[in-house]
């Protein structure tokens, strides 16, 4: 089993929409998640900080589930320019380090 | 405006080249990564430092060399290396994991690699 697998998609939406993305775990001993985006050919960049059952950042709402090791990004009111692809990442902090296992992603494709 | 900084960005070399990609940091961080990501393949973590000590190699080839002179400055020496190597190689810095607290990390816009 992979340590972070995330929904594949792309998720194809229209501008306006909300979309869910989902992202299960398999280390319970995981203390902190996070929520990358990733547009083509660029480096991941930070979207969200998920450290307790989860945070909303205007548009973006992150959701952590530690008894079902789950976690989810909602994006509601979907813009142009979040097309990207949204990376779920755990942080074991095994032996007092970081250690950010990233999953595969999910593309996203807002259209007008 | 990336706290993070790698050099080069682009770089293209034969099998029997040896190359060094470099990456700074001006964040105060204390804790470094390197990163490989193929082409439609998820980020795959390579080496990590906390306080300027290898704690991570994640079955990396011995052709892939890190160094971690300081807190600052991560360099990845390469030599002999196969054209499946080709990839973007994406340094990352953050603060050691002391608590589950500021433990994101912050990328570097990497260094596309072409072995050919």
């Known amino acids: 089993r992979k340590e972070v697998e995330q929904d594949p998609g792309p998720f194809n939406v229209p501008e306006g929409a909300t979309v869910a993305f989902n992202c299960t775990y398999s280390?319970?001993?995981?203390?902190?998640f996070f929520w990358y985006r990733q547009d083509c050919r660029k480096e991941p960049k930070l979207l969200m900080s998920?450290?307790?059952s989860g945070n909303e950042d205007g548009r973006f709402t992150a959701q952590l589930n530690r008894a079902s090791q789950y976690i989810s990004l909602l994006i509601r009111d979907s813009k142009l320019s979040d097309s990207a692809t949204y990376l779920c990442?755990?942080?074991?902090?095994?032996?007092?380090?970081?250690?950010?296992?990233f999953g595969a992603g999910t593309r996203l494709a807002v259209h007008p | 405006e990336t706290g993070v900084t790698q050099t080069p960005r682009h770089l293209v070399m034969g099998m029997t080249n040896k190359k060094s990609l470099k990456c700074e940091q001006h964040?105060?961080?204390?804790?470094m990564y390197w990163y490989k990501q193929s082409a439609k393949k998820p980020l795959e973590l390579m080496f990590v430092?906390?306080?300027?000590?290898?704690?991570e190699n994640n079955s990396v080839p011995s052709r892939f060399s890190p160094e971690c002179p300081n807190s600052s400055h991560l360099f990845l020496h390469l030599h002999t290396l196969q054209p499946e190597d080709s990839a973007l190689y994406l340094c990352?810095?953050?603060?050691?994991?002391?608590?589950?607290?500021?433990?994101?990390?912050?990328f570097g816009q990497g260094t596309r690699l072409t072995v050919v």
């Open positions: 990352a810095s953050s603060h050691r994991g002391q608590g589950i607290m500021n433990t994101e990390a912050f």
């Open positions: 280390n319970s001993a995981s203390q902190s």
């Open positions: 998920v450290y307790s």
């Open positions: 990442v755990v942080n074991p902090l095994r032996g007092g380090y970081n250690k950010l296992i």
């Open positions: 964040l105060g961080h204390n804790a």
């Open positions: 430092y906390s306080l300027e000590e290898r704690v």
